[in-house]
C-alpha cells in the first residue's frame, strides 16, 4: 500500500479481497484531505501516490477542486469525485446573481407565478454588482448601516 506522499506501506493489511483497480483513490492536498483518507483507508481503499494525480486507473478521486479532475476520462460507473463537472453553472456569484434577477423580472412580467414570493428580493439579502455602473451607483446612494459584506466573484 501507498501513503498520502507515494511511498511504499507494506504494514497495513487490504481490508477486503475485492479486485484491487476497484480499490485505489487518489487523494489531493489542500482542504484536509486527512479525513477522506482515514474514511476511504477504513473502507479499504488503497492510496495512489502523489504522482497519479493525472492517472484515470482510480475509483475514487477526492480533490480540492474541480478543475483537477479530468472529466474527459471520467467514466460514470467506474470513477467516482468529490465534485460535480461543470458546476460553474450554478455556483458561480455571478452566474447566481444573474438567475435571480431572471427570476425576477419574469415574476414582475408575470411570465412565471409563485404562491409564495413576489420577488427574490425576499428571501435574498440586498445585493449590488460593483462592476456594473448602476449598482455601483445604487450602492453608493444606500443607506449605510456600518457593515457591508463584500464577496469577490473568483473566490470562495
Known amino acids: 500500500m501507498f501513503d498520502a506522499d507515494g511511498e511504499v506501506d507494506d504494514t497495513e493489511e487490504k481490508k477486503t479481497t475485492a479486485p484491487e483497480s476497484k480499490l485505489l483513490c487518489f487523494i489531493g492536498s489542500g482542504n484536509n484531505p486527512t479525513l477522506p483518507k482515514e474514511v476511504l483507508i ?72 409563485s404562491p409564495h414570493y413576489k420577488s427574490t428580493k425576499e428571501f435574498t439579502p440586498e445585493t449590488y454588482r460593483l462592476d456594473v455602473v448602476a449598482d455601483l451607483v445604487s450602492f453608493l446612494k444606500s443607506p449605510s448601516e456600518g457593515l457591508w459584506l463584500v464577496k469577490h466573484s473568483n473566490s470562495n
Do not use: C
Open 42 to 113: 477504513e473502507k479499504g481503499f488503497q492510496v495512489m501516490p502523489r504522482g497519479m494525480q493525472f492517472s484515470d486507473t482510480y475509483r475514487f478521486k477526492w480533490t480540492q477542486t474541480p478543475h483537477e479532475i479530468n472529466y474527459m476520462k471520467f467514466v460514470e460507473g467506474k470513477h467516482l469525485v468529490n465534485h460535480f463537472s461543470n458546476t460553474k453553472i450554478f455556483t458561480s456569484k455571478i452566474s447566481t446573481l444573474d438567475t435571480l434577477e431572471s427570476l425576477n423580472r419574469a415574476l414582475a412580467n408575470g411570465d412565471i407565478a
